[in-house]
């Protein structure tokens, strides 16, 4: 029975609350993976994929960075962005993602690079997110 609590929270809205087994997060320095009793912990987050583990099912989200708090067996993720996997609209990730190429290879400036750098990554992980969604369903 699952004892730990998630949840994911933009400035917008709450994206998912539930309990769960085991979060895996993709924290700055890299994945993260939070069981129940987990130690107290606070951390900055990269955008990535977030998954949530409850029993045989998991749930994948993107998140394009932020907060990550754990404490008495409670998750709290404070992301800049967050979607589940079947919100992501594929075809609206795919023309970010070759707008973003786009601008990297024109390489105006400094700060246009890191823009598109971030967008790209951005793009990339939410692709992921809805690919693994696309692969993991059971045709019916």
Known sequence: MPDLHLDVVTAERLV??????????????????ILPRHAA??????????????????TNLAISGGFLEV?????????DAAERAE?????????????AR????????????????AALRRSQVRLKVARRRQTTEIPR
């Open 71 to 79: 404490r008495d067996n409670r998750v709290l993720v404070l992301a």
């Open 16 to 33: 998912y609350s539930d309990d769960v087994d085991m979060v895996t997060a993709p924290g700055s320095l890299g994945e993260l993976g």
């Open 102 to 117: 786009l601008l990297l290879q024109e390489r105006r400036a400094t700060a246009d690079l890191a823009v598109a750098e």
């Open 87 to 99: 919100e992501i609209d594929v075809e609206r990730a795919r023309a970010a993602e070759e707008r």
């Open 41 to 58: 912990l606070v951390t900055t987050l990269q955008a990535g994929a977030l998954r949530a583990r409850k029993g045989a099912d998991e």
